[in-house]
């Protein structure tokens, strides 16, 4: 016969988990995972202008059209993973210091870890919701039914307190051993900080912070000489790198290009491609500004390859093999691939005439066997984020220079591969306005596909433009007798209400005193 | 029951019946008579003590006109064969002899037969033949408990041979309930039967499918045809708690661990099927009954029977039936070129693409997927007994092939079984041996993708599932895949699962009406699984040579699972019934443990060899396999339970029954319940006041009962706050690292508590032939265990707790009617139920749940998982109308598009204007089953049906080209709006991912709910017996040939849709909304044999 006290033999209870310093690292890693998901990287494009979902329709792009409500899949998923994440951080913290096994030392450094993950959450959370539920340690269950929201800029000034407080105590990436790549920084606090404050466009505090970075005061970082291979899983861990997400094969893998990639190059479906917008933003290799005088893609800044496969495109495939992408309906599929041509709108094939590149690394041993299961780290903070924040902020606070320049956006445009010509590298003429539109259209290019678009144009506050004005893809569409640009619909996003999400509809049910943002 | 061959009585001036009774309780002789014989008897008294059955039934027959003998165990009166044969017109007297046999042909030992009006009388003996002196015209009349009497015209033949009709009313049957037995007149429980009759000779795939329909209130859905993943929803009196809703599952007095393993019974085994469902039946099984019990009890040798073998065989074939319709390909191009033009965007096709469509369609995927599945059942068993053994062997083979097309999926099953009894002198031991296998091969992927990816696409000509150099093609609608080539080369999942189940059982008589037993058993089930996933060439249509899934071209995977777990079951019982006098008493004081271990392992690679499946270069260890450490579950429960009843002149019923349960699955503090119950009964129709009935109609009794039940249905080790460590969560330089979840546990978590009250009567009327039941209950369910409805600001990892209620009401009929006239036999049953539930606690007091746009609603005063959602205020006619309506944010609407209803006034269509839309258990919920008889035909039939039943679906079954993920629309989408059809069911077409199409279809309302009532002609059989003289010259005792039919007919409203397809588990429990994509639905022919020999 069993006895009646029976306990779990695969799990551990509370009485035997905080022992060791492997299990304390453990709980510490799943709060790693839960601080950015490759989902998101995905999907925030499709909050922007940058890509258009053509395939099924996901509640980012209903987000974008301005047709969300308080029930929408997407406010309640991000919310939910903030706060489970915070919880992990909470509870890591309340139990951490029951490991006697562990130097005290070592104990300030994770949980120093864990305070800039925490941190982190709760700039996602202010920024997309606005004034939300803040606190820092775990709360029960009849708290978390009366808990009130704290004003956005409360929660952003402690998000500050904390990064700075943390970036004293975390080692940066030279005092890591190598086993460590991979770990938040002295830097990565720091980078992480400047993004808050150009967020909030605090521009002095973001100066100051890039400052840092740029005098090499938290570690050392530089421009990665390659930008197509920057987000090659041979080039992890290189100098740009602030902070990225850790994947490791075979297992620990992201996918998300299995939708994204050519459908020659193995890709299941295209679910959203790049827009004729994004393809238009890049400049001509000498400085120029495409027109429509200029081949469609020829002598283009070559970030524009390295981001996007348009109709033309040589493509590598996994055994080394080059061929050519067409993604025009009257083009002629290279021999033995399946076609990537497109075909409409709410088709498997591209909605726009253009597929990802980015990230698609050709080695293949960078993959599980074949698939698009992918080892790549993907990047959060990297050190041109940092250039073109302070290029941006000197600029707003009008003391943009050709000393500034020069150490800004001219090094990512030679980095990228411009001509060596002045009107590409020197700092152009032009108003504080349309110097703006300059660096903007610049960080628009140097950071397209990487998620972070939806959060400029949103702190730019021209979301309401560039996501209702409709969306064009290639000159595919021949409805009118000739070719002429694709046309996408636009969204009704509201200016009055689309610029905060709302609160879960859930969360409100069972807390009356959250109150809901503007609108929804 | 064990029982001495001795006697005990003292009466005075009493009823040779009452005697008759007595010596039946007494003793397990059965006694044949027929009550017009006791009429002419006279009232005896009789003081013995001890005195063995002859003595006593010398005592009885002293000075009176009848006399006995026995055989084997049973006692036969018969008048005494006095003088009389020699008085009268002897002349014209002539011998006469015969069978008597059932309806299935069987002999019928022990058969009372008179000549009317005199005392002549004779007896079957053990063949079932006898031989009587009778005049030419007189009436010969034959009787027997058990069977209706029957009387035939002598008119002067030498052989007669006769067949009777079972009784299925008779007060004196004797029915299961909880760790015993009871004549049907005293029970006082609210317990329904289902007789093997029921049960045998239909093509079913296992027991579940067989009960549906057969009793009221146990409400069996089919949520799936497929013979590898036969999905059913099995509720007993509806839905009584948030948690787990399942009946607790006894056979031959074992319980099992889980209802579904009913289905490793081979159903011909099957003898009876009791459904306890009140406090007053089933509190004796506490902590686990709060959902009722079923009890199947297998069929048994019976003493001093021949052995008789019976062999059945059944052959058919299971065909699909594809419900939706998709349209033609050139139809449907120009429909989705509307739906993109109306939304402004460039049509897809070009004319000359719609032209080429035109030329021809292609088959529909969803057909091209499916076949016809062959499906055959096969038993034999070996009956019969000694004076002192019984036995039973039969063996079973069960075959249903799968209508996916692919390597040789389907399901098997083995049955064999042993029941064996023995008397020892005063020990009694039975074993029972019961084995089965069950070998399912079926597709190793998810079967709603499988259908979802054959059906969603147009029969365009250029769509080609395989081409004639056996090479498969994928489309842009398929993306990078095709259904045939993953059935048919995909790999498959094989599982290979024994089951073992021994009972031994030892009874002895300790004193007069104490009687101890011990009863021992086990049940083992090792069980394996293996999943083989193979990589195929898909090619591109265009003719390339180079696969399109080339880069998938290492993708082998293998994954192995092996199980074990044991139940064993010690059972130590105190059985006391006696009689004294009017008073009868009988009580049961038992203890009881059940053990339960399982211990698994699991075993997945990818990357392997394609062949072998053995690991290679590159070869991944899915580090979520698991050893046995990580596969075991320990549980146990130790249970004190009894029961004490009293009968007053088997008039007055009183019954009380408790059980006292301990749990491991509790802390020490909540670990033990007590579940009493009380039930009451009076037969009015013993009354002398109520005589009449008696007289007229026949039986009447009106009992009730009230008690608490429990449900401790919560997953083990609920108690702790564990961590659990997952592999591969994250990393650091290219190292993978583990990361801990957790979950936190509540040491305070006890049983649900059900208090269940039912009151009920049962009578007959028409001299017995209509008879009827009727029972309404009322159960309140509280301490529901519950995951607690939380802010997501709480980050999770709420544990459980007891924080619900629930209230459950419902009712029961049963009717039950024969009719003779000349050679007809006519059968009729009808069970009809309802029960409606209401939320009367929970935490949070309400919980929306949202799967894609389909939502559901827990709130206090509503049924358990209500749908909710937006109401349709028709489709906008115009502008102007457009204009005074209330929209939803972000949308602005084309005449056509749908209009909701703006429920608070306030001009705009949000969360505020949802309404309660619907409830998706299933209500009056019915039965019925006729049958008839005519010489050697027989035909039966039963329905089935559920009157009353909300059902909501999405996808592309509801919406044309759905998300932009379906190409295709069906015929039943046609009535849509467009400006000459402005009075259309369905909105105008928009194309996928619009604010238009996200406005009509993707809100979630009324759109989406389906009338989901129907009735279906479940079962249909035409059978034809052999004359007995035909089959005898064979040396068979019965021969019938049958054919049948199942599912042939079903009445609903949405023809498109099975209506039996849920999104919800027994429990209400559910993964996702229902997208519609089921298994097909299956119509069986068939035909069968019958042998006896």
């Known amino acids: 016969c069993v006895k009646m006290d029976v306990v779990p033999t695969n799990k551990f209870t509370d009485e035997t988990y905080w022992t060791s310093e492997d299990k304390a690292n453990s709980v510490l890693n799943m709060a790693y995972r839960q601080m950015f998901s490759s989902d998101y990287i995905f999907a925030n494009e499709i909050l922007s202008d940058n890509v258009y979902n053509g395939y099924g329709s996901t509640n980012e792009k209903l987000i974008a059209t301005g047709v969300a409500d308080a029930s929408n899949g997407r406010f309640q998923a991000d919310w939910k993973a903030c706060y489970e994440g915070i919880k992990t951080c909470h509870t890591f913290l309340a139990n951490v210091d029951r490991v006697t096994a562990m130097s005290a030392e070592k104990r300030e450094q994770r949980k120093a870890e864990i305070r800039f993950i925490r941190a982190s959450l709760y700039l996602q959370l202010a920024t997309w919701y606005g004034d939300v539920p803040h606190f820092t340690e775990d709360i029960t269950l009849e708290q978390s039914k009366t808990i009130t929201r704290k004003p956005q800029a409360e929660v952003l000034a402690w998000v500050h307190q904390e990064l700075e407080a943390v970036s004293s105590i975390l080692p940066s990436k030279e005092q890591y051993a190598a086993a460590d790549n991979g770990r938040i920084t002295s830097g990565a606090t720091i980078a992480l900080n400047a993004r808050a404050y150009l967020w909030e466009n605090n521009w002095q505090k973001v100066i100051e912070n890039c400052e840092k970075l740029m005098g090499n005061t938290f570690g050392s970082y530089d421009l990665f000489g390659n930008y197509e291979q920057l987000f090659w899983a041979q080039n992890e861990y290189n100098s740009e790198i602030i902070l990225s997400s850790q994947y490791v094969l075979p297992l620990r893998v992201w996918g998300n290009l299995v939708d994204y990639a050519p459908i020659s190059a193995g890709a299941r479906l295209c679910l959203a491609g790049p827009t004729q917008g994004l393809v238009d933003s890049y400049l001509m290799k000498d400085g120029r500004r495409w027109t429509a005088a200029d081949a469609p893609y020829a002598n283009r800044d070559p970030r524009l390859n390295a981001t996007i496969v348009?109709?033309?495109?040589?493509?590598?495939?996994?055994?080394?093999?080059?061929?050519?992408?067409?993604?025009?309906?009257?083009?002629?599929?290279?021999?033995?691939?399946?076609?990537?041509?497109?075909?409409?709108?709410?088709?498997?094939?591209?909605?726009?005439?253009?597929?990802?590149?980015?990230?698609?690394?050709?080695?293949?041993?960078?993959?599980?066997?074949?698939?698009?299961?992918?080892?790549l780290n993907l990047p959060i903070i990297r050190f041109a984020d940092v250039l073109l924040m302070y290029a941006e902020a000197k600029n707003e606070l009008n003391q943009m220079n050709s000393g500034v320049w020069d150490q800004t956006i001219k090094k990512l445009r030679q980095r990228a591969g411009f001509d060596n010509v002045p009107?590409?590298?020197?700092?152009?003429?032009?108003?504080?306005?349309?110097?703006?539109?300059?660096?903007?259209?610049?960080?628009?290019?140097?950071?397209?596909?990487?998620?972070?678009?939806?959060?400029?144009?949103?702190?730019?506050?021209?979301?309401?433009?560039?996501?209702?004005?409709?969306?064009?893809?290639?000159?595919?569409?021949?409805?009118?007798?000739?070719?002429?640009?694709?046309?996408?619909?636009?969204?009704?996003?509201?200016?009055?209400?689309?610029?905060?999400?709302?609160?879960?509809?859930?969360?409100?049910?069972?807390?009356p005193n959250l109150t809901q943002n503007p609108g929804y | 029951g064990s029982f001495a061959q001795q006697v005990s009585l003292t009466e005075k001036r009493v009823g040779l019946e009452q005697v008759f009774r007595e010596i039946k309780r007494q003793t397990d002789y059965d006694i044949f008579y027929n009550l017009d014989m006791l009429q002419q008897t006279q009232p005896i008294s009789i003081s013995v003590r001890n005195a063995p059955v002859r003595q006593v039934l010398d005592i009885c027959f002293r000075n009176q006109p009848l006399s006995y003998y026995i055989e084997g165990k049973t006692i036969i009166i018969r008048q005494k064969p006095a003088a009389t044969t020699l008085t009268g017109a002897a002349s014209r007297q002539t011998s006469v002899s015969g069978r008597v046999t059932d309806q299935a042909g069987s002999a019928l030992p022990g058969i009372s037969i008179r000549v009317k009006g005199s005392t002549n009388g004779s007896v079957t003996d053990a063949e079932g033949r006898f031989r009587i002196t009778a005049a030419t015209g007189s009436v010969l009349v034959f009787t027997s408990i058990g069977y209706q009497s029957k009387e035939v015209t002598f008119s002067g033949q030498p052989e007669l041979n006769v067949q009777l009709e079972e009784d299925r009313q008779a007060l004196n049957d004797v029915v299961v309930?909880?760790?015993?037995?009871?004549?049907?007149?005293?029970?006082?429980?609210?317990?329904?039967?289902?007789?093997?009759?029921?049960?045998?000779?239909?093509?079913?795939?296992?027991?579940?499918?067989?009960?549906?329909?057969?009793?009221?209130?146990?409400?069996?859905?089919?949520?799936?045809?497929?013979?590898?993943?036969?999905?059913?929803?099995?509720?007993?009196?509806?839905?009584?708690?948030?948690?787990?809703?399942?009946?607790?599952?006894?056979?031959?007095?074992?319980?099992?661990?889980?209802?579904?393993?009913?289905?490793?019974?081979?159903?011909?085994?099957?003898?009876?099927v009791s459904i306890l469902k009140d406090a007053g039946s089933a509190a004796i099984y506490g902590s686990r009954s709060a959902n009722g019990v079923i009890l199947i009890t297998t069929k048994k040798g019976k003493k001093g029977m021949k052995p008789t073998v019976r062999l059945s065989a059944l052959a058919g074939s299971q065909n699909p039936e594809i419900l939706v319709k998709p349209l033609k390909g050139y139809q449907n191009a120009l429909l989705r070129n509307d739906s993109y033009v109306n939304s402004g965007a460039n049509p897809i096709y070009s004319s000359e693409q719609i032209r080429q469509f035109a030329t021809g369609d292609s088959e529909y995927f969803l057909k091209g997927i499916l076949k016809n599945g062959f499906q055959q059942n096969h038993n034999i068993s070996v009956q019969g007994g000694s004076d002192n053994s019984t036995y039973l062997v039969s063996l079973g083979y069960y075959d249903q092939r799968s209508n996916f097309k692919g390597p040789d999926f389907g399901l098997r099953?083995?049955?064999?079984?042993?029941?064996?009894?023995?008397?020892?002198?005063?020990?009694?031991?039975?074993?029972?041996?019961?084995?089965?296998?069950?070998?399912?091969?079926?597709?190793?992927?998810?079967?709603?993708?499988?259908?979802?990816?054959?059906?969603?696409?147009?029969?365009?000509?250029?769509?080609?599932?395989?081409g004639e150099n056996g090479r498969y093609y994928n489309n842009d609608v398929l993306t990078n895949g095709n259904p045939l080539m993953d059935l048919e080369q995909g790999g498959f999942i094989q599982q290979n699962n024994d089951h073992f189940q021994?009972?031994?059982?030892?009874?002895?008589?300790?004193?007069?009406?104490?009687?101890?037993?011990?009863?021992?058993?086990?049940?083992l089930r090792p069980e394996n699984r293996l999943i083989r996933r193979f990589y195929h060439p898909l090619y591109n249509l265009s003719g390339d040579e180079t696969p399109v899934n080339i880069q998938n071209s290492a993708q082998y995977s293998i994954e192995d699972y092996n199980g074990k777990s044991t139940l064993l079951n010690l059972q130590a019982l105190l059985d006391y019934n006696r009689s004294f006098g009017k008073h009868n008493v009988y009580g049961l004081a038992a203890f009881s443990n059940e053990s339960y271990r399982q211990r698994r392992f699991e075993l997945r690679q990818q990357l392997v060899d394609p062949v072998l499946g053995i690991p290679t270069t590159g070869t991944i260890f899915d580090k979520t396999s698991y050893n046995t450490v990580g596969g075991t579950t320990e549980r146990s429960i130790y249970s004190w339970f009894g029961r004490a009843g009293y009968n007053l002149a088997d008039r007055y019923l009183f019954e009380a029954n408790f059980r006292y349960d301990g749990s491991s699955k509790f802390a020490r503090s909540n670990r033990w319940g007590f579940f009493p119950s009380v039930s009451l009964g009076w037969r009015l129709s013993e009354e002398t006041f109520f005589r009449f009935w008696k007289d007229k109609l026949g039986d009447l009794k009106i009992r009730g009962s009230y008690g608490q039940l429990g449900n401790q249905a919560v997953d083990d080790y609920q108690t702790f706050t564990t961590y659990d460590i997952y592999q591969d969560q994250y990393g650091f330089n290219n190292v993978s690292l583990p990361g801990t979840g957790y979950t936190?546990?509540?040491?305070?978590?006890?049983?649900?508590?059900?208090?269940?009250?039912?009151?009920?009567?049962?009578?007959?009327?028409?001299?017995?032939?209509?008879?009827?039941?009727?029972?309404?209950?009322?159960?309140?369910?509280k301490d529901i265990l519950l995951t607690p409805q939380t802010p997501l600001v709480l980050g999770g990892a709420v544990p459980r707790a007891n924080l619900g209620a629930m209230v459950n009401n419902g009712w029961e009929l049963t009717l039950n009617y024969q009719l003779r006239h000349s050679d007809f036999v006519h059968n009729f049953g009808v069970n009809l139920a309802d029960s409606w539930n209401k939320v009367t606690r929970f935490e949070g007091d309400e919980q929306i749940s949202k799967s894609d746009e389909i939502e559901r609603i827990i709130r206090v005063g509503l049924p358990l998982y209500s749908y909710f959602g937006y109401k349709r205020a028709g489709l906008f006619r115009n502008a102007d109308e457009i204009k005074e309506s209330a929209l939803p944010i972000g949308v602005s609407p084309s005449p056509g598009d749908v209009k909701y209803v703006d429920r608070n006034g306030d001009g705009i269509i949000d969360d505020n204007d949802r309404f309660v839309l619907g409830h998706a258990f299933p209500r009056l919920t019915f039965g019925f089953n006729y049958d008839i008889q005519w010489k050697g035909f027989d035909l039966n039939m039963l329905w089935q049906g559920v009157g009353k039943r909300d059902m909501a679906l999405r996808g592309e079954t509801i919406e044309p080209f759905h998300g932009g993920y379906s190409f295709v629309m069906f015929e039943h989408q046609l009535d849509y709006w467009t400006p000459g059809n402005p009075d259309a069911y369905w909105p105008r077409l928009t194309s996928p991912g619009t604010a238009s199409t996200s406005n009509n279809y993707g809100k979630g309302s009324d759109f989406n709910i389906f009338d989901a009532s129907y009735i279906r002609l479940k079962n249909i059989q035409v059978g034809y017996t052999l004359p007995t003289a035909m089959s005898s010259k064979a040396g068979m005792r019965k021969v019938r040939l049958f054919v049948s039919g199942q599912n042939l007919l079903t009445i609903s409203k949405n023809t498109?849709?099975?209506?039996?397809?849920?999104?919800?588990?027994?429990?209400?429990?559910?993964?996702?909304?229902?997208?519609?994509?089921?298994?097909?639905?299956?119509?069986?022919?068939?035909?069968?044999?019958?042998?006896?020999f």
């Open chain 2, 744 to 781: 936190f546990g509540n040491p305070d978590l006890k049983w649900e508590t059900n208090t269940t009250f039912n009151i009920g009567a049962d009578a007959t009327f028409l001299s017995g032939k209509l008879t009827a039941s009727f029972d309404y209950f009322r159960k309140n369910t």
């Open chain 1, 310 to 375: 348009y109709d033309g495109s040589q493509w590598k495939d996994r055994s080394g093999v080059e061929y050519t992408i067409i993604t025009h309906p009257d083009g002629t599929t290279a021999p033995g691939k399946p076609s990537d041509k497109y075909t409409g709108a709410g088709t498997a094939q591209t909605p726009t005439g253009y597929y990802y590149r980015k990230y698609a690394d050709p080695a293949p041993g960078t993959y599980v066997s074949g698939g698009w299961n992918s080892s």
């Open chain 2, 1056 to 1092: 498109f849709i099975d209506p039996e397809s849920t999104e919800f588990g027994s429990s209400m429990n559910a993964g996702g909304a229902n997208s519609a994509r089921n298994y097909p639905l299956l119509k069986y022919i068939g035909a069968g044999l019958d042998i006896e």
């Open chain 2, 413 to 466: 099953r083995y049955n064999l079984r042993t029941n064996l009894t023995t008397d020892i002198g005063k020990l009694k031991l039975s074993a029972i041996m019961w084995y089965d296998r069950n070998d399912g091969k079926s597709f190793q992927g998810d079967n709603g993708f499988l259908i979802a990816n054959s059906s969603r696409l147009p029969v365009y000509n250029n769509y080609v599932l395989k």
């Open chain 2, 177 to 272: 309930v909880g760790y015993g037995t009871q004549r049907k007149a005293s029970v006082v429980g609210a317990v329904d039967q289902v007789r093997a009759a029921q049960i045998e000779d239909r093509p079913v795939g296992n027991v579940m499918q067989a009960l549906q329909g057969t009793a009221p209130s146990l409400v069996i859905q089919q949520r799936s045809m497929n013979p590898n993943d036969n999905t059913m929803n099995i509720n007993l009196r509806g839905i009584s708690t948030f948690g787990n809703n399942s009946p607790l599952l006894v056979i031959d007095g074992i319980i099992n661990e889980d209802v579904g393993a009913m289905n490793n019974l081979n159903p011909n085994d099957i003898e009876s």
């Open chain 1, 423 to 511: 009107a590409a590298m020197n700092l152009p003429t032009g108003s504080q306005a349309e110097l703006r539109e300059v660096i903007r259209n610049e960080r628009r290019v140097e950071l397209a596909l990487e998620g972070l678009r939806v959060y400029d144009i949103r702190r730019w506050r021209t979301a309401e433009t560039v996501l209702t004005q409709g969306f064009r893809g290639a000159k595919f569409d021949k409805s009118s007798g000739t070719y002429d640009y694709i046309k996408l619909p636009g969204g009704n996003f509201s200016r009055s209400r689309d610029y905060l999400w709302a609160i879960p509809r859930s969360e409100r049910i069972q807390n």
């Open chain 2, 502 to 523: 021994g009972s031994l059982n030892a009874e002895i008589e300790i004193f007069k009406g104490l009687k101890a037993r011990g009863i021992a058993s086990l049940d």
